[in-house]
């Protein structure tokens, strides 16, 4: 079996992670606030991912990769651009339904193709591109409503949250990817574990900082929900080893597209979780999404 194709599966399953995490999130947010609800995400991740890296030691028999500065530096960026986006995410959450929220963040794959390209020289193939672009359409199309096709929701502000959150997921994916390629040794799960931790460190010592300066009483809230908090950590830890195994294999526009599922998986939500229900239009969207991901699955394929 080709290894690199593992990609595929990976990214299925950290969509389907993350879908469930950002529920939880979501659920939080009421009683943490948007700060709140995004620490737990990384402060509660970080025993996981801990636990994740020592299997992953014990079991392949290998030593942690090299310390280099370009890792760092990626590292750095990276988790600097997923903490504000994360925010950006629950902040649109708010202000609009869950599944609406998704697609207005899922704007992301186009400006990963963009800065993949200029960051990492990933390259993307004229199938890849017509992928990302039939998918990115329905994804657009599902947030269209009535005659006019204006944007759903209260007016600009959600867009333009949501637009800027997938713009810091944009970033952080492909500052993450540059992170798991400038690691000059172990395997593709070894590097990306590591680069997970790393990450996890580093925003979780940013927020508590920040909270502990700005929010105290939020810290202490989210030390005291640490019940429902702790699955929320894990499930995000468990989304976050898929996906930066994904990176390991492929470029991150790839992994991005098809993790348009999770627009799909959204929808599910909305309707059985929060009793939110599907237009004729988000339903065409959906059949958009699900041609860009059969046209990026026959384009990596070739």
Known sequence: MDLTL???PATVIAAAAQTARNTMQHRLTDTLGTIGATQVRFLYGLPFSLVFLV?????GGESLPAFNWRFAAFVAAAAVTQIAATALMLATMQLRSFALSTVYIK???LQVAVFGVMVLGDHL???GACAV?????GVVLMSLKGKGAALAGSGWRPALLGMASGAGFALSSVGFRGAVLALDSGSFVLRATSTLVAGLVLQTVML???LLIFKREVLLAILRSWRSSLLAGCVGAVASQFWYIAFALTATVNVRTLGLLEVLFAQVVSRKVFAQTATGRERLGVG???VGVILLLVSTSR
């Open 208 to 210: 508590v900082v920040w």
């Open 6 to 8: 593992l990609w595929i």
């Open 133 to 137: 672009i039939v998918a990115t359409t």
């Open 107 to 109: 704007t992301e794959p």
């Open 288 to 290: 958009l999404v699900l």
């Open 55 to 59: 299997l992953v030691l014990v079991v």
């Open 125 to 127: 193939s004229v199938w």
